[in-house]
């Protein structure tokens, strides 16, 4: 029997995107289909490279319109792929979507609001991604399958908490917003990497046999 023949993608970044560009290499070459279900895509069937915006400009060129690529985000070249776009997914600022072999990986520019992000926190969760446990000041948000507890200096509070809780503040007021510079590059890196993993687990394989 012939070996079946492994299908090419080229992954496209900027420097703020190019661990989500291993994330998505690292998720193709995981061994993590069952005896009854393909996980992503098929194990062993895509051959994947990361390239950087720069080199792929250089190298333009030399690529056909059969080659698969998929950008990861609002690069240059981005700008003149995403008007033909067909969009395939489009959740809490998160983005992705194709055009033939030409596929793009975004997050919106507009930060999330405080409601927003705590109703994406909880879709992550849902979905199978748990992330780093935010933090303000000292305080560090625990989730747990029976509420949310405060861990302060190691040492958990009997208190429990709802989701907008975990954005008080050390001075105990509510934050009404995401303000702080940290948070939203923290919040951006989330949407980021829940994008990709979602990509993986349901645009990938669509994206490759169209």
Known sequence: MFEEKKKKLIIVCIPDTKVYAYQLLQLIGKKDDTETQIIGCKDGSVEAAVWEEKYYLHNEHTLSSDEKVVFIGNMKIVKSILPNIEEKYNKYGMKYGWLGNRSVIYVDKRFLTEDDYL???QYSVENGKRFEKLK??????EKK????DWIYKGEPVVEKLTFKDKFLSVSGKIQTGITSPAMKKK???QQYNMATYHFYLYGLSHFLED
């Open 119 to 121: 109703s994406f926190y």
């Open 136 to 141: 303000e000041g000292e305080l560090v948000v």
């Open 145 to 148: 399958s029976v509420g949310i």
């Open 187 to 189: 919040v951006r890196e």
